[in-house]
């Protein structure tokens, strides 16, 4: 395929993007990260907690080409990645406190299950590009193949990647899911795909507000992210994080409530699909103290909350529990804290989050 053929197709394929209702479309090549040095750097500091298939898959997950090899092995070589974005919430500043007895999921989760509802998209274009073009094949991902999602999402002129390392487009903001597919098919990005640069410039918020200093410039220490310590760690939160978590009971969206760039403006996009409307905001802690898993799956069901165990969820009730009763005192809940840090039937994660609770809040 010539370049004007390549840039053609490669219209055709954004345009459809569009139709679909993508918020952001754009491609780039299929070539290896630019950002290995920084993820190595990052994983060699042991910053990714319990995210070890970080490490596991890095060889692959550097070269997106590799991704497609799975599913055609001896196959052609991927040539391109098309990477789309929906928007998911509005631009609208911080969001409220949760009631007292409730804690606050991040708002992503807080939709149908944004997997579902990207993947079918791309699905449905791949199977058209497939008939289109014959030979060429397809893999797509939401969260689903071991690639540098975000590096694709700025090479493709999707955003730049901010100081809280959260791809953000100057109209659309950060509250954007990223999916998108490798191909063999070639394209080429048209000259009027935008690419932005860095557009935090002095601004320090994200930094000033992480509740757990998690945010070095361009960098995010997983290890004391409430987003990681609430959705993916699967052990103890150390307690001198606890105060962090806030009224977190899954996921964190503070450096990005911050960010200048997600506050309403008029020139800004702002269409958010009906499939993102918030179904639960937030969920009531003693009651998530009561699950069991039929309670969990029930709860989760058509939401993004899928990678929380019960025992977790337990966990990240209680401590946003104990955050809310220092400054507001309730003997019901405290006895229940209580009767779960000696309850043998209780994970043992659940009764010893119960315990370090209990003792933060008799002072010792
Ligand atoms: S998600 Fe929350 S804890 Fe994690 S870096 Fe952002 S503000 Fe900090
Ligand atoms: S809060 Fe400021 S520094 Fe952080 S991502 Fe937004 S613009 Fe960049």
Not at 166 to 180: E, F
Not at 333 to 361: F, K, N, S
Request: charged share 30%; glycine share 10%.
């Amino acid at each position: 395929m010539d370049s004007a053929r390549r840039v053609r197709v490669t219209r055709e394929v954004l345009g459809r993007c569009r139709e679909l209702g993508f918020a952001l479309a754009g491609v780039c090549r299929a070539e290896p990260s630019r950002w290995a040095d920084e993820l190595r750097a990052w994983l060699a500091d042991e910053r990714h907690g319990d995210m070890g298939y970080l490490v596991d898959g890095l060889d692959k997950r550097l070269d997106v080409g590799r991704v497609l090899e799975e599913v055609v092995p001896g196959g052609p070589p991927a040539r391109s990645v098309v990477m789309v974005a929906d928007q998911y919430a509005r631009r609208a500043g911080d969001d409220e406190r949760a009631m007292p007895g409730a804690g606050r999921i991040a708002r992503y989760a807080r939709g149908r299950d944004y997997h579902r509802t990207i993947k079918r998209r791309l699905h449905r274009l791949a199977d058209r590009l497939r008939v289109e073009h014959p030979g060429t094949d397809f893999r797509t991902f939401v969260d689903t193949a071991p690639v540098l999602e975000r590096e694709l999402a700025v090479r493709a002129g999707l955003g730049w990647q901010a100081r809280n390392t959260m791809v953000i487009h100057p109209r659309r903001g950060s509250w954007i899911l990223l999916g998108g597919f490798v191909t063999n098919l070639d394209l080429e990005p048209p000259p009027e795909q935008e690419a932005w640069g860095d557009h935090c410039g002095s601004c320090t918020r994200c930094i000033d507000a992480c509740p757990t200093g998690a945010i070095t410039p361009y960098r995010v220490d997983a290890t004391r992210c409430v987003s990681y310590l609430t959705i993916e760690r699967r052990g103890a939160i150390d307690e001198g994080l606890f105060e962090g978590v806030g009224d977190w009971v899954y996921g964190c969206d503070v450096c990005q409530e911050v960010c200048p760039h997600n506050s309403p403006r008029a020139d800004g996009d702002d269409g958010v699909p009906s499939a993102y409307a918030p179904r639960q905001a937030t969920l009531d802690l003693l009651a998530v103290l009561g699950w069991g898993e039929a309670e969990r799956r029930s709860a989760f069901a058509v939401s993004a909350m899928k990678r929380a165990r019960v025992d977790m969820m337990k966990r990240n009730a209680l401590i946003a529990l104990g955050n809310q009763l220092q400054s507001a005192p309730d003997a019901a809940a405290l006895a229940r804290i209580i009767a779960i840090a000696a309850d043998p039937a209780e994970p043992r994660l659940v009764r010893e989050t119960a315990r370090a609770v209990r003792r933060r809040l008799a002072g010792g």
